[in-house]
C-alpha cells in the first residue's frame, strides 16, 4: 500500500524533533538536519527558522507556495498535509488555512483548514 506524502511543518535546521515532524523522520523519511522539501515520502514546509523561532506569516506563505508548486507538477501523488504552523508554531488555523485555497485536488487539507476554506 502506497501512503500519500506525508506533508508536515518543520524547521529551518531540519531538527525532527517533536510532532509532525518526529513522525515524518520516524516513519516517513525525513531527513534529520533537512528543514525544507521532499524527503522521503514526507514533504517539510518550513514555519520556524534555524533558530526554532516561528517564521512570520509571509515567510510560511512563501514556502506554502513553494509546496504548492511542488504538488501540481507532481499530480501522479497525494500530498497528506498536516495544519502546519498551527502546532508548534503557534498559529492559528484561520491564519494558515488560507494560503492553501488555491491548492491543487491532489492536496488533502486537514480537517482544520477544510472548515475554514469552505465556509
Do not use: W
Not at 85 to 112: H, K, S, T, W
Request: net charge neutral.
Amino acid at each position: 500500500m502506497k501512503y500519500p506524502v506525508f506533508v508536515f511543518g518543520s524547521n529551518l535546521a531540519g531538527r525532527h524533533g517533536k510532532g509532525a515532524a518526529l513522525f515524518a523522520r520516524q516513519h516517513r523519511g525525513a531527513v534529520y538536519g533537512r528543514g525544507q522539501g521532499r524527503q522521503g515520502n514526507s514533504y517539510a514546509i518550513p514555519t520556524k527558522d534555524e533558530n526554532l523561532m516561528t517564521l512570520p506569516l509571509s515567510a510560511i506563505e512563501y514556502q506554502v507556495e513553494v509546496f504548492l508548486t511542488h504538488a501540481d507538477n507532481h499530480r501522479d501523488e497525494q500530498f497528506q498535509l498536516t495544519p502546519i504552523g498551527c502546532g508548534l508554531a503557534g498559529y492559528r488555523p484561520e491564519q494558515i488555512a488560507p494560503m492553501f485555497y488555491c491548492a491543487p485536488d491532489n492536496v488533502i487539507l486537514p480537517d482544520e483548514f477544510k472548515a475554514i476554506i469552505s465556509s
